[in-house]
């Protein structure tokens, strides 16, 4: 044994594992053994101001230390912790003063959640009474953590929005526990804002400004709100955030000044752009009037302001109903636009109301979406302006403007894409890395507006239009191929999609040259042949749907002409006469108001019937080619359909004629509701499985044309 060697020198191995009742054993051991490895100034002195980075390293091995020798279950309470002294004091806290309580906070304290569920409950509950006992006998509690997600009083109050407790917190913090933040780096603003209190938020910023400029999820408190969708929060928050960013920026030092701008910019940049994806337009424009350079600044995400106003489809969706859009004309929409929050969009529609000297009841189903959309084109327009100075040749920018062009023909925004050609028309030949440009883009989303759009425009074709790819494929080809999944699944059956693929293939045929029509890609095929090769599949689908469909029809149709010829051959029966001696009572009905009624519902339900069966024969039997399914198949379907809705609606009124001829007065009033109940599931089946298959029919076969003429050709 080494005679220099201390008996009584500790290790960490005499420190027991500490589990929250034998903190008082723990804490004495523990202070012996950091003692002894001269330690313990890390723990009973304060963090210098400059600390060296030998004090940083000895700081790191005294927060393993006491690590080590913490149980599992509270490493979340000192997670992230440092330096070593406030772990220490988080752990003192915890278990240092817990035998001092009152009965009241004695039983099952420690919970997997909290160590302290009576102290937590108090403040969820709002109690400040319990509050301050609690905090007054364990002053650290006022900014300790309490749950195993590292939030402290302040978080938990903001977070269940109990703004008196929240108050009497900030009375006694300083701005630092003010800033204290979660395991999640969530600060009490930001549970505020996640739970839409503005109350709270408001007495948070009063106390320290700066905390809108603390970031969570790397968004500030604005951009949060924003993302949530709460615009009371974000009028309230973003002129103090953009006050605070100024300020931030000023007080740079001359060597970080371009960073600290770089940062402030995208933090701007994410608050455009959570503004815009979710149509915050009046906000939205009030920014990039104010920083216009935003029109390509990319956010966290990697997002500009003009790739988000491209992918939001519904900020140029105005209302469907013919006669809101007519009401919306009328309107002075400058009351609607101009408001700040819900309670001031409230005072602003009530104010043009006054105005019109209308009453407000009957706008009150505005749809808020409507409101937006003067504020979202004004906002488009001022960003066209910007882009329409921006180089092109520019290797960055035309890659940009290319993929958000190009997304916004994916998706259908129109209006996006007709905005950004009328003021840069140059942006009409821009092409993808597959030398693709906007009017392939068009052609192989199905955009037919976009496709008229670019089309319309008095632009040279050739070079717009040109493409020819590495297995020789031509633009004739590429309208071959098969819409994406997303384009085809929005209709109601397959041979309508059939239909629309023809179309849309016959279309673009007649625009090109007849030579790109005999044109031959690598694998010897014309762009037909790669048409029925890519459409086999969903042809074979619109032939089986078209026969089933038939079948049916034809098996509906042979049972109501069987009904209906069965009755027009008892009609001649209802005007016998009946033999006294007999005691055979036979009624005549031919001096009955409604026997009339009766024969020409029969006829019109038997001549119908037997009109449907020939048009539903003719679709079972035909060929099924393409032109077939572009006029022939559809057409017979729809009359097929048609036919079949008016014969059974004539057999319902020829049963209901007949209860009101057979019955008296009194029967009648007893037998009709039946009657009428009865008929109802036949309605109910022909309205929700039928209706839509016949209005596809009918309007693609006799409705307006799908596809505008064009203007000129491309060639």
Known sequence: MDPTMDVNEHSLEDVPMLTGDNYKSWKKNMEEYLSEKGLWHHISEPQPEEAEYGWVEQDLKVLMKIEETCDRKIHPYIKSLSPAKVIWDQLAVMYGKMDDFGPRWKGKV????????????????????????????????????????????????????????????????????????ALNEATALHFAVIQEQLQIAKVLVNKVEALVLMKFENMTAVALAAKCRHKDLVAYLCPI?????????????????????????????????????????????DIFNRFPNLVLTEDIHGKTAVHSLARNTSAFRRSSWFFQRRIYSCLNLKFFCNGRGRNQDEENLNQACEEMEAPTTCLKKINPEDLQYPNALRLLDKICVEISVIDINDAQSKALMTSTIFSAIRIGNVVFVTEMLRYCPQFAYLFDDNDLGIIHQAIIHRRKKIFNLIDSMDLPRQKMVRYRSSEKENILHITAKRAPIDRLNQKHSPAKELQNELRWFKLIGNTVPPTLQDSV??????????????????????????????????????????????????????????????????????????????????MISLFFASASLLSFLSVYISHQTGDDFLHHLPRMLSMGLLFLYISVSAMIATFITTIFMVFRNGIVKVMLPPALLAIIPVLAFAALSQFPVFKDMLFSSYGLNRFTKRRKGYF
């Open 241 to 285: 955030t953009l006050k605070e960013e100024d300020k931030f920026k000023g007080l740079a030092k001359p060597k970080d000044y371009e960073c600290v701008s770089a940062e402030i910019d995208q933090n701007r940049a994410t608050l455009l752009t959570s503004l815009i994806n979710v149509n915050f337009f009046d906000e939205a424009l």
């Open 110 to 181: 420690s919970t997997c959640y909290t160590w302290c569920l009576p102290f937590f409950n108090a403040i969820a509950t709002g109690e400040w009474s319990k509050v301050e006992e609690f905090v007054n006998k364990n002053r650290g509690t006022l900014t300790a953590r309490i749950t195993v997600n590292g939030e402290t009083p302040l978080h938990i109050a903001a977070k269940f929005g109990k703004e008196s407790i929240v108050k009497e917190l900030l009375l006694r913090m300083d701005e630092e526990s003010v800033k204290k933040r």
């Open 521 to 602: 890609n690598n694998k010897g095929q014309t762009p037909a042949m790669l048409f029925m090769e890519e459409h086999k599949e969903l042809w074979n689908d619109a032939k089986q749907w078209l026969k089933d469909t038939a079948n049916s029809g034809m098996v509906v149709a042979a049972l109501v002409a069987s009904v209906m010829l069965s009755t027009a051959l008892s009609l001649p029966s209802l005007s016998g006469t009946g033999k006294a001696d007999t005691g055979e009572i036979h009624i005549k009905f031919t001096n009955h108001n409604h026997f009339y009624n009766v024969v020409i519902a029969t």
